[in-house]
């Protein structure tokens, strides 16, 4: 069933149907593509960096407040909607989940950057005003490659991208001062791959350790020591986003996406989100409209 809200892929907003890739100035790209401020997916990687404007954007139903200087990140399958007030100013880049594979020896590289991993509130970043500079040189090397039509181009816009990436990576892990390489580290984000992959079916903790070979205890720990919460509560908060998304479609019943989210009925779903979001799908689907 996927009767949700409306999805582009990059081949609907590039007029070259063979790039895997679009590089503009935000203010063409929106004068361009104004009627996309109602919510939608993309299924490719969408990347903004404003340099000027205000107003708002909605990344699966957290507000932010647009900012000089604030960089977005977003992965395929996330709904966002805008809402920017006077000149905004800045620059875009979509590029497809196959832009990187030929080009890297790791296709999942890409997935290991921190504001990569689904989280939205990970994937937007204010940058101070000497980082920011540095990030909008590259971009306009971006700009420059994409309408210069040289040889090796795409080669140099995959280099500049991940210098964007690196340089912004940096930054989180000195304010953080986590380690990234660690053991645990990385079994908390193989779990948030698993999540990502069965949390249709697969709704319990214990069910995740057994998938990772390790105790449910050693999960729960890893899980509040990078995140501060439980792994029950990312298990369950994966599961409420998607439900979520579904509920702005109005063309699903409640029904269907208890059905599509695998809860055994429409009676148990509904108990389910209001638990955890406070109101009743019903009740969230009227407030979002």
């Not at 503009?24 to 490719?44: A, G, I, Q, V």
């Not at 900012?67 to 399958?77: E, K």
């Not at 805008?82 to 590289?109: C, K, M």
Request: glycine share 4%; proline share 3%.
């Amino acid at each position: 069933m996927e009767k949700h809200i409306p999805v582009f892929d990059i081949c609907t907003l590039s007029e070259n149907k063979e790039d895997d890739i679009l590089i503009s100035r935000l203010s063409e790209y929106f004068l361009k593509y104004s009627n996309l401020h109602f919510p939608h997916r993309h299924s490719f990687y969408h990347l903004i960096f404003f340099t000027k404007g205000s107003g708002s954007h909605s990344i699966d139903f957290d507000r932010f407040d647009v900012q000089q200087y604030q960089i977005y990140f977003m992965i395929p399958g996330q709904v966002h909607t805008w809402e920017f007030e006077g000149e905004v100013e800045g620059y875009v880049v979509n590029f497809s989940t196959a832009f990187f594979q030929s080009f890297l020896l790791r296709p999942e590289y890409i997935e290991t950057f921190s504001f990569f991993a689904g989280n939205t509130k990970d994937g937007v970043i204010n940058l101070p005003k000497e980082k920011a500079g540095i990030v909008q040189t590259i971009f306009e090397e971006l700009v420059e490659q994409s309408n210069a039509r040289k040889d090796h181009r795409w080669d140099m816009i995959r280099v500049l991208l991940l210098k964007i990436f690196i340089t912004i990576e940096q930054k989180n892990v000195e304010e953080n001062k986590q380690d990234t390489t660690s053991y645990n580290y990385a079994l908390l984000k193989n779990f948030q791959k698993l999540i990502e992959k069965n949390y249709k079916k697969l709704k319990l903790p214990m069910e995740y350790a057994e998938l990772l070979y390790i105790t449910p205890n050693h999960l729960n720990g890893l899980c509040k020591d990078y995140t501060g919460i439980a792994a029950g509560e990312l298990i369950r908060n994966r599961i409420i986003l998607e439900a979520k998304r579904m509920l702005i479609n109005q063309h699903l019943s409640i029904a269907e996406i208890a059905y599509e989210l695998n809860f055994k009925d429409n009676s148990y779903f509904t108990k389910f989100f209001k638990k955890q979001v406070g109101v009743t799908p019903e009740e969230f689907r009227k407030k979002s409209h």
